[in-house]
């Protein structure tokens, strides 16, 4: 968000969910670590004195979501509208805001999500580490998201979704393709990013009755209303739509999900 001009997101963002009957989920955040040096600023967004990029990404962020709720934004020019106040954008998508998903990085951006009302994404990356598996970490981020939501007094409950790397070994070629990761990607990894430790959660690839099964112990994962499943997208449309069948057909029930 630190690179976007958030009133013209809004508009594109109300347009596609329009164009699509209200089916946008759209996730949205600070941003990942990135190659560019103060790349925000090329872009010609530069944080205010003793701001970081963070605090300009949840600026627009502000902006946006109250751009996208039909908030006045922009002072009407009486000559050309006949009245004075504030105009909203256009156009305008009843519903989205409630279809807006942050993705945070650690416990602490998630307690911040919950207090917005925003619904909560959770990767295959944490950026902070405290020596507990993955999914126990990224479970104790989600128990803090729901407790700030609470607090905050946001009607119902907001949602939560975790990403996985889902590879079910059923064919000679997910072998192939696979078979050698199984072992080496079945652990959690720790290292260092953009100045601190940083945990990457394990991969699931194996034999379908094996990885529904570590899924079902997942912890993270039985706290969340989604798993978004990441695809080896270099391998094309065919393969990954035979992966994405076999994880339904095969995983899926076993890991008792619906």
Not at 182 to 200: H, I, S, T
Request: charged share 20%; proline share 6%; glycine share 12%.
């Amino acid at each position: 968000m630190c690179y976007e001009n958030p009133l013209y997101m809004a508009e594109e963002a109300a347009a596609t969910d329009l164009i699509s009957g209200g089916r946008l989920q759209l996730g949205i955040s600070r941003g990942s670590p990135e190659p560019a040096l103060r790349g925000a600023e090329s872009f010609g967004y530069v944080p205010g004195d003793g701001q970081t990029d963070a605090d300009m990404a949840r600026h627009h962020t502000e902006i946006f979501r109250a751009a996208i709720t039909g908030r006045g934004m922009a002072p009407a020019n009486p000559q050309m509208t006949g009245h004075t106040g504030l105009l909203p954008i256009e156009p305008q998508s009843p519903g989205l805001r409630d279809r807006i998903w942050w993705g945070s990085g650690t416990r602490a951006t998630a307690k911040w999500t919950g207090e917005q009302g925003m619904n909560l994404m959770s990767s295959t990356l944490l950026t902070e580490d405290t020596g507990v598996p993955f999914d126990e970490l990224q479970a104790e981020q989600i128990h803090a998201y729901h407790e700030a939501w609470k607090a905050a007094g946001h009607p119902g409950q907001g949602k939560v979704s975790v990403s996985r790397s889902v590879i079910p070994l059923v064919s000679d070629q997910d072998r192939r393709y696979f078979g050698l990761r199984a072992q080496a990607d079945a652990k959690d990894q720790v290292g260092r990013l953009e100045g601190g430790l940083a945990r990457f959660g394990r991969s699931y690839v194996g034999e379908p009755d094996v990885i529904a099964k570590e899924l079902a112990d997942d912890a993270a994962v039985q706290l969340a209303d989604t798993v978004l499943v990441t695809v080896p997208n270099q391998l094309g449309v065919d393969y990954n739509a035979a992966l994405l069948e076999n994880i339904v057909k095969l995983v899926a029930p076993d890991a008792g999900w619906r």
